[in-house]
């Protein structure tokens, strides 16, 4: 069962606190967040009860066609809203979650973050060497 959007609320405040990057003026951003984290788990709820990621659909036409479940684009919104707002609030899945270090999906995280351009190192020939 999904958490209610307050829970959600004191969970991202708490790991904002957490993190050192709190402040009250984060308040919509944090509900938005909130929302989205509640919209995402709903979505996930219902696509645990489906039998078939499809649903019959009849066209303007009349013929019936097969199309995708509309919570799958439901869960994909959701997805994509708590990517932009936890990248805008400067969140990590670790840091909202408390999730323990063995997690491979938070290694790779960290991975892919700390892969970022090493400084290059420039070999400056000797002076002597041209003589």
């Known amino acids: 069962m999904a958490k209610r959007v ?3 609320k004191k969970d ?3 790991a904002l606190k957490a993190a050192g990057k709190y402040s009250k003026s984060l308040g ?3 509900l938005s967040l909130a929302g989205a984290l509640r919209t995402l788990d709903l979505a996930n709820d219902e696509i645990d009860e489906l039998e078939s990621t ?3 659909a ?4 009349g013929n019936e066609t097969l199309v995708p479940h509309p919570v799958f684009k439901i869960q994909k919104d959701a997805q994509d809203s708590v990517t932009r707002q936890m990248k805008a609030l400067g969140l990590t899945a670790e840091e909202l979650t408390g999730t323990d270090e063995d997690d491979p999906l938070i290694n790779l995280t960290k991975q892919v973050k700390n892969a970022g351009r090493k400084k290059p190192v ?3 020939p000797d002076k002597d060497i041209t003589e």
């Not at 009849?58 to 036409?61: C, E, F, G, K, L």
């Open 6 to 8: 307050n829970e959600y």
């Open 12 to 14: 991202i405040e708490k």
């Open 28 to 30: 919509a951003q944090i």
């Open 54 to 56: 499809t649903i019959s």
């Open 58 to 61: 009849v066209s303007r036409y």
């Open 122 to 124: 420039i070999i400056k």
